[in-house]
């Protein structure tokens, strides 16, 4: 089955750090580009980070952007976002998503369920 | 870094009906647009991507439109699984940004 699933997630103080994972199934996964996408409670979709095939290219969003490092190990069909100095407006769902497999931008056609990120004291 | 405004924000609309969601980008982004349906709870999923062309499995009663700057979702004879929210997203740039999100109500 095709499939990405998240885990990770969990409930951090302020100024603490968490490690993602995206485990991908089904599909080549060493061909696509992947993301990470998040959603605070009750809000609207946002883009977070995005990695190439190849790990050659990588863009953040200026909200994470210093504090957010993505990476992926094809060999285990894994993707990943390491997150330091977590702040509350970081709390939310964190979905994995599959790009293209073209170097490039893309639509983002297959989606993980998510892992809830909070951050709180 | 580019704008997606979505309009409106909530629609109320009955089984049957059809209707139209409407999203415009702060430049132009050519035909690099998607749409995804989100239900609560889930993940989104895509319905549409390069402003007009339906993914595989997605009913033809939705549909889209446009380039550059505008574009539009519709939802033709609207069922009752439809209801939900739906995002735009511009993938133009490496900087990809959603819309805010239009939730669909049943009236």
């Known amino acids: 089955e095709v499939q990405l699933v998240e885990s990770g997630g969990g409930l951090v103080k302020p100024g603490g750090s968490l490690r993602l994972s995206c485990a991908a199934s089904?599909?080549?996964?060493?061909?696509?580009?992947m993301n990470w996408v998040r959603q605070a409670p009750g809000k609207g979709l946002e883009w977070v980070s995005s990695i190439s095939s190849s790990s050659s290219y990588i863009y953040y969003a200026d909200s994470v952007k210093g504090r957010f490092t993505i990476s992926r190990d094809n060999a285990k069909n894994s993707l990943y976002l390491q997150m330091n100095s977590l702040r509350a407006e970081d709390t939310a769902v964190y979905y994995c998503?599959?790009?293209?497999?073209?170097?490039?931008?893309?639509?983002?056609?297959?989606w993980g369920r998510g892992t809830l990120v909070t951050v709180s004291s | 870094d580019i704008q997606m405004t979505q309009s409106p924000s909530t629609l109320s609309a009955s089984v049957g009906d059809s209707v139209t969601i409407t999203c415009r980008a702060s430049q132009s982004i050519s035909s690099w647009l998607a749409w995804y349906q989100q239900k609560p709870g889930k993940a989104p999923n895509l319905l549409i991507y390069k402003a007009s062309s339906l993914e595989s499995g997605v009913p033809s009663r939705f549909s889209g439109s446009g380039s550059g700057t505008e574009f539009t979702l519709t939802i033709s004879s609207l069922q009752p699984d439809d209801f939900a929210t739906y995002y735009c997203q511009q993938y133009n740039s490496y900087l990809y940004s959603f819309g805010q999100g239009t939730k669909l109500e049943i009236k």
């Open positions: 998503a599959r790009g293209g497999q073209w170097l490039g931008t893309s639509y983002f056609d297959l």
């Open positions: 089904g599909f080549t996964f060493s061909t696509y580009t």
